[in-house]
């Protein structure tokens, strides 16, 4: 079942602040460092919609990461269905995200461009909804979205990572059937079929090998356990001033903190030019692993 969580606004204890909020939204694509890139794609997808729904009455930020042979489609679709259907929940997102993740897993399936596509690939998914000043999250995977107080104050995580590595996460896998271990000794664990099963299904050899525990697509991995289930949160923040929703794929979170995105929101006057240092600083710390990881972001500021 999906996993629904409230979270109390770090403001909750002040009276609301009267007045509408105003809200602009930024986004930034980056393909995988080097020089040419090390990535062929950019698998990422990204979206900012103000103003968004039948009424004009909401606001919609998403970050999908796709991986796999097929990753950016799966990506793109999914982004699209979400671009599309997400108005549909407005009124009660709480009790019908979870269900509008589902709809849109079959809808991978069914999808004739996507179809048998989505086996052996898959995205990630995170949603940010406004409404009424709440911020609803719905997510599965590992594209974290974190709240930044305005002024000062720690950043606060409104999603979950779901990776195998997480307790809670390799126990519902292994729950399943499935099976979590590293390729290597000391490598990030991984969600593969059991001997039993991936013989069952004609492959002659270890898989998925899927680093995360939740995803949309990954019909292969679905079988050892992997889910399409969201972790589904919100925050009243209808007593805060002004704050930042910011949305990445894991080439931002596995090189850098929640913290130094937080100073860099802060210090910048412009959002472009802050998104903008935050891919530089992530590039820069994949280039001291010698790796990389293509960049997603969509980003909401919220004042009055």
């Known amino acids: 079942a999906s996993s629904k969580l409230r979270l109390r606004s770090p403001f909750s204890s002040k009276p609301k602040v009267p007045g509408k909020w105003q809200i602009s939204g930024a986004e930034l694509l980056h393909i995988g460092a080097g020089d040419p890139p090390i990535k062929k794609e950019n698998q990422d997808a990204v979206k ?38 997400t108005q549909r929940v407005i009124a009660d997102p709480l009790g019908q995200l979870s269900g509008l993740f589902a709809e849109c897993n079959a809808f991978l399936s069914d999808c004739p461009q996507v179809g048998f596509r989505s086996r052996m690939s898959g995205a990630t998914a995170s949603l940010v909804l406004i409404v009424d000043q709440i911020v609803y999250i719905a997510n599965v995977g590992d594209s ?21 590595e997480n307790e809670f996460e390799k126990s519902r896998v292994e729950e399943c059937g499935g099976v979590v271990r590293p390729i290597t000794a000391g490598s990030p664990p991984r969600i ?17 090998g899927l ?20 972790t589904v949160s919100c925050a009243d923040m209808g007593s805060s001033s002004s704050f930042y929703i910011f949305a990445a794929s894991d080439g931002v979170w596995d090189a850098m903190e929640d913290a130094q995105v937080a100073t860099i929101l802060r210090k910048q006057s412009s959002m472009d030019r802050a998104l903008e240092l935050i891919k530089d600083r992530a590039i820069e710390g994949w280039n001291e692993k010698r790796l990389a990881d293509n960049i997603g972001i969509a980003c909401l500021k919220i004042s009055r």
Not at 192 to 207: I, T, V, Y
Not at 211 to 230: F, H, N, Q, V, W
Request: charged share 20%.
């Open 192 to 208: 593969w079929l059991s001997d039993a099963k991936a013989r069952e299904l004609g492959f002659h050899q270890p898989c998925p």
């Open 211 to 230: 680093m995360l525990s939740r995803s949309l697509g990954d019909e292969i991995a679905k079988m050892a356990g992997c889910t399409y289930e969201p």
């Open 144 to 164: 974290r979205v974190i709240l930044v107080p305005g002024k000062s104050g720690a950043p606060i995580s409104l999603s979950v990572d779901h990776r195998p």
């Open 48 to 85: 900012v919609l103000l103003d968004y729904g039948p009424e004009g009455n909401a606001t919609l930020a998403l970050c999908l990461d796709g991986h796999g042979p097929h990753g950016l489609l799966v990506a793109r679709k999914a982004l699209e269905f979400f671009e599309q259907h």
